[in-house]
């Protein structure tokens, strides 16, 4: 079982940045997938980006050249850089860890972004 906890959210104006930290109880090294996801109440949530444990990320066409995934294995951390942000990127965002080893994805408890003037 891993145990994440997301931080770094918060209230930023339009064309701010902001970075998210989803620390793991245990190490990321060796999991398939990691991801990033985003939910606005009243919707499906929705992929961010996600990164394999080879590093080949995917982006969602919302955050592409905007946002960046990465994963410190020595910090059993994963990373969303967030930049020019806009008001439609208000959601709670979501970390996630998959693997063919595990019986479910896992995920963390969500950490709030507001992006407004």
């Known amino acids: 079982q891993v145990h994440l906890v997301e931080s770094g959210g918060g209230l930023v104006q339009p064309g701010g940045s902001l970075r998210l930290s989803c620390a793991a109880s245990d190490s990321i090294r060796s999991i398939d997938t990691m991801g990033w996801y985003r939910q606005v109440a009243g919707k499906q949530r929705e992929l961010v980006a996600a990164?394999?444990?080879?590093?080949?990320?995917h982006y969602a066409d919302s955050g592409k050249g905007r946002f960046t995934i990465s994963r410190n294995n020595v910090a059993n951390t994963l990373y969303l850089q967030m930049n020019s942000l806009k008001p439609e990127d208000t959601a709670v965002y979501y970390c996630?860890?998959?693997?063919?080893?595990?019986?479910?994805?896992?995920w963390g408890q969500g950490t709030q972004v507001t992006v407004s003037s």
């Open positions: 990164e394999t444990l080879f590093g080949l990320a």
């Open positions: 996630s860890a998959s693997d063919a080893a595990f019986s479910r994805p896992y």
